[in-house]
């Protein structure tokens, strides 16, 4: 069981290992677990499903992963870096170009009947002064060192994977990167990129 992180202020440095290259990451999130905690109350109140999401962290033991952009943990192309938007709703033409602000909310709640897992990504495209919030719920699965789970938006049924190797004695470290992939119309699994750095906050 992890420690309840009360305050997260985390200047960290991962090591990315490419086919080229160690590429080196740095976040800081500079939030408490109170303003993290806030910032998820906003997306409650905007989107009646993300409040359905959110009783989750009644539970002691949930814990969220957050990232948002620009910021200090970055650009929105490097926070959200993903090469497709379908799995919003978004047509192919919809790149990282057209968002001015994001926030990612990944929940794991590992007391919950089944693993749940849930996704809340509020995004303001460039131009526009609104926030819109996208959910997605399922079952998070640990293996001895890797994460994986298969998210639907309840509404229009649309599918996200997520896949992390941020793990450690089937739990989740305390910084996690994220693959992302999408499930194409017919079906298949497309790898689309990832959530390049999400910071965890323990209940």
Not at 53 to 75: C, H, Q, R, W
Not at 146 to 168: A, F, N, Q
Request: charged fraction near 20%.
């Amino acid at each position: 069981m992890k420690n309840p992180l009360l305050k997260i202020s985390l200047l960290v440095m991962i090591s990315v290992l490419t086919a080229c290259s160690n590429q080196w990451r740095e976040a800081d999130a500079g939030l408490s677990s109170e303003q993290v905690v806030k910032l998820l109350g906003e997306a409650g109140s905007a989107n009646g499903q993300s409040a359905a999401i959110i009783k989750s962290l009644d539970d002691s033991n949930a814990s969220v992963y957050f990232a948002e952009a620009p910021g200090n943990m970055g650009t929105v192309a490097s926070v959200i870096s993903l090469t497709y938007f379908n799995f919003l709703g978004k047509d192919d033409a919809f790149t990282y170009r057209n968002i001015s602000y994001v926030r990612i909310f990944l929940i794991d709640n590992p007391s919950s009947a089944n693993q749940s897992a849930s996704l809340i990504i509020g995004i303001k495209e460039s131009g526009s002064d609104t926030l819109s919030y996208y959910n997605f719920t399922g079952v998070g699965v640990f293996g001895s060192a890797d994460y994986v789970t298969i998210l639907k938006d309840p509404t229009s049924g649309r599918e996200i994977v997520l896949e992390s190797w941020d793990v450690e004695e089937e739990e989740f470290k305390n910084v996690i990167q994220v693959r992302v992939s999408d499930v194409t119309a017919q079906g298949d699994e497309r790898y689309i990129g990832k959530f390049s750095t999400l910071v965890g906050y323990g209940q």
